[in-house]
């Protein structure tokens, strides 16, 4: 999928963010293996700390539709530069997507910042550490 597309499907994303308390809209566009396109967005709560991020939201989304392998995820949020997933959707991610899985990460500007997965979350806890 060409670069314009899968920004244009991010911001779409983005557009259903329920933000009542930071305003501050995310969206997700996750790729899996077989190139299903799944969106997701942030949802918060008035028990803030409830709040699911479009990131999560996504994998979640993605994972209980029975996938389980993925080759891309693309993020948008309003940010100066390129936005920056938490901690806990890092760790999320890594447990479905391989270190070598490319991250692209927006902002409504021009800003793009091409990772991976294994940058994003070096040294994470993985499955293989519970054998
Ligand atoms: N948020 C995301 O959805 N993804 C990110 O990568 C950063 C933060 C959300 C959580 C909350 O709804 C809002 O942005 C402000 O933190």
Redesign the pocket.
């Known amino acids: 999928m060409d670069e314009k597309k899968i920004k244009d499907l991010a911001v779409s994303a983005m557009q259903n963010a329920y933000?009542p308390y930071?305003k501050?809209k995310?969206g997700a566009v996750l790729i899996t293996e077989d190139n299903e396109v799944i969106l997701g967005c942030?949802v918060?709560n008035a028990s803030y700390g409830l709040?699911n991020?479009?990131?999560r939201t996504a994998i979640f989304k993605a994972v209980s539709e029975g996938h389980r392998r993925f080759k891309h995820l693309v993020?948008i949020?309003d940010t100066e530069g390129p936005?920056?997933?938490?901690g806990a959707?890092r760790q999320v991610i890594s447990e479905f997507c391989s270190k070598e899985m490319p991250v692209t990460l927006l902002n409504l500007k021009e800003d793009r910042l091409e990772t991976t997965v294994g940058e994003l979350l070096p040294w994470s806890f993985s499955p293989q550490d519970l054998d």
Not at 83 to 86: A, E, F, G, N, Y
């Open positions: 933000v930071s501050f995310v942030n918060e709040t991020c479009a990131e993020v949020g936005i920056s997933p938490c959707c």
